[in-house]
């Protein structure tokens, strides 16, 4: 089993930066798939990052350019640096991870709030 604990979201006004964490119960952010989901109220769920083993990303283009996905291995920790925000990024925004595929997250965070607003 393995443990996702997010972190650092909150109230930001429109323009501004924020960067999320995730600290893993234990190393696997170098041998595992890693992705940062969000769900806005009334909204269908939507997978913004993906960062797989070996480096590689992925965006969606509503926030490609702004967002950045990355990892500390020696941290266990990963972060999504969400930059030039706008009111349409409020969300909860969900810390994910997979052994084996990048669609079927088996492990889940319990989510930080992400506000948007002036």
């Known amino acids: 089993q393995v443990q996702l604990v997010e972190s650092g979201g909150g109230l930001v006004q429109p323009g501004g930066s924020l960067r999320l964490s995730c600290a893993a119960s234990?190393?696997?952010?170098?041998?595992?798939?890693v992705g940062w989901y969000r769900q806005a109220p009334g909204k269908q769920r939507e997978l913004v990052a993906v960062?797989?083993?070996?480096?590689?990303?992925n965006y969606a283009d509503a926030v490609k350019g702004r967002f950045a996905i990355s990892r500390d291995n020696a941290k266990n920790t990963v972060y999504l640096q969400m930059t030039s925000l706008r009111p349409e990024d409020t969300a909860v925004y969900y810390c994910?991870?997979?052994?084996?595929?990048?669609?079927?997250?088996?492990?889940w965070g319990q989510g930080t709030q992400v506000t948007v607003s002036s």
């Open positions: 234990r190393s696997i952010f170098s041998i595992y798939f």
């Open positions: 960062l797989t083993s070996g480096g590689h990303t």
């Open positions: 994910v991870a997979d052994p084996l595929s990048p669609t079927t997250w088996v492990y």
